[in-house]
């Protein structure tokens, strides 16, 4: 079993930035990637970026160039900068560990943290 404890978040003005962070606990043999998705009301949740164990990273287009991903393996850990946000970036954030680049099944959830740009 994995436990995804999340932390950050919040609301921000347009242009401004947020982190977000992710920590893995209980079997981390289980997956080699972790990451966020996004969901907004009505709307199919999207990947947002990833990173896998060796440090290989995976971006939705929207982001790149704005959000960046990190982890600190020692401590199953991963972030999230999020900079020059945009009113578009407003949704729940949901932290995954799963497989590969595009956290694949067998894949874990993290409950959603809020992130809402506002201007």
């Known amino acids: 079993q994995v436990h995804l404890v999340g932390s950050g978040g919040g609301s921000v003005q347009a242009g401004g930035s947020l982190s977000l962070s992710c920590a893995a606990v209980?079997?981390?043999?289980?997956?080699?990637?972790m990451g966020w998705y996004r969901q907004v009301p009505g709307k199919q949740r999207e990947l947002v970026a990833a990173?896998?164990?060796?440090?290989?990273?995976n971006y939705a287009d929207s982001v790149k160039g704005r959000f960046t991903i990190s982890s600190d393996n020692a401590k199953n850990t991963v972030y999230l900068q999020m900079n020059s946000l945009k009113p578009e970036d407003t949704a729940v954030y949901y932290c995954n560990a799963g497989q590969g680049p595009h956290l694949g099944f067998p894949y874990f959830w993290g409950q959603g943290t809020q992130v809402t740009v506002w201007g």
């Open positions: 990173i896998t164990t060796n440090g290989i990273t």
């Open positions: 209980g079997s981390v043999a289980s997956f080699n990637a």
